[in-house]
């Protein structure tokens, strides 16, 4: 499977609103709303930021939400503050028990 | 509160073999899966597979098929990643992860576990 496609950046400014995409094929993103998002701050631990493909965890913030259409999911960041900047990463199942991650995203607040 | 401890930091020639344990607390460990991500430094994540807690059941990405095993042992709620065959491009960071559930969807990770192989 190949990793699914995101850009390799996106910024914003404090307050703005920004939208990561996350490209994949009717073989993963397309046939499943089995789509997660991930923060990773640098040096730490991925954090779970949305699951089948619009939920939020308990604890995440409102200003994220996730959606999808078609072969692309798409994460949405409101409001953007300072502690937003990191590297996002989304992941979709991709049959056969398997699942696949995307190249990553990263974000930074101007 | 639900805790994942991981194995410490290895160093491995190409061709060896580097086990990584990840010992679990606060839950149920039958009621969940494990799942086993990487990091290679300075790149994006690989999903690696997963083991359920309840019966041992594995699933691996299909790159890393015949050179990984992942195991469980319920008595002490750990689970464990062995990768066989060591290769450079195998030095990366490698991270166990408490799967949601129906009934729970967090997810909880271990600290990492840096694999370095060099010769």
């Known amino acids: 499977q190949s990793a699914l496609t995101q850009p390799a950046s996106v910024s914003g400014s404090p307050g703005q609103s920004i939208t990561l995409s996350c490209t994949g094929s009717?073989?993963?993103?397309?046939?499943?709303?089995?789509v997660s998002w991930y923060q990773q701050h640098p040096g730490k631990a991925p954090k779970l930021m949305i699951y089948?493909?619009?939920k939020r965890p308990p604890g995440i913030s409102d200003r994220f939400s996730g959606s999808k259409s078609g072969n692309t999911a798409s994460l949405t960041i409101s409001g953007l503050q300072p502690e937003d900047e990191a590297d996002y990463y989304c992941?979709?199942?991709?049959?056969?028990?398997?699942?696949?991650f995307g190249t990553g995203t990263v974000v930074s607040v101007l | 509160q639900v805790h994942l401890v991981q194995s410490g930091a290895e160093v491995k020639k190409p061709g060896a073999s580097v086990k990584v344990s990840c010992e679990t607390s606060?839950?149920?460990?039958?009621?969940?899966?494990i799942t086993w991500v990487r990091q290679a430094p300075g790149q994006g994540l690989e999903w690696m597979g997963r083991?359920?807690?309840?019966?041992?059941?594995?699933d691996y990405a299909q790159g890393l098929q015949g050179r990984i095993t992942m195991t469980t042992d319920k008595s002490t709620s750990t689970a464990f990643m062995e990768l066989k065959s060591l290769r450079s491009d195998d030095t990366a960071v490698y991270y166990c992860?408490?799967?949601?559930?129906?009934?729970?969807?967090?997810?909880?990770w271990g600290q990492g576990t840096l694999v370095t192989v060099s010769s």
């Open positions: 992860v408490r799967d949601s559930n129906y009934y729970d969807p967090r997810e909880f």
């Open positions: 992941c979709s199942y991709a049959g056969g028990s398997t699942y696949v």
């Open positions: 083991i359920s807690g309840y019966n041992g059941n594995t």
């Open positions: 606060g839950y149920t460990f039958t009621s969940y899966h």
């Open positions: 009717t073989s993963n993103v397309g046939s499943y709303n089995l």
């Open positions: 089948e493909a619009t």
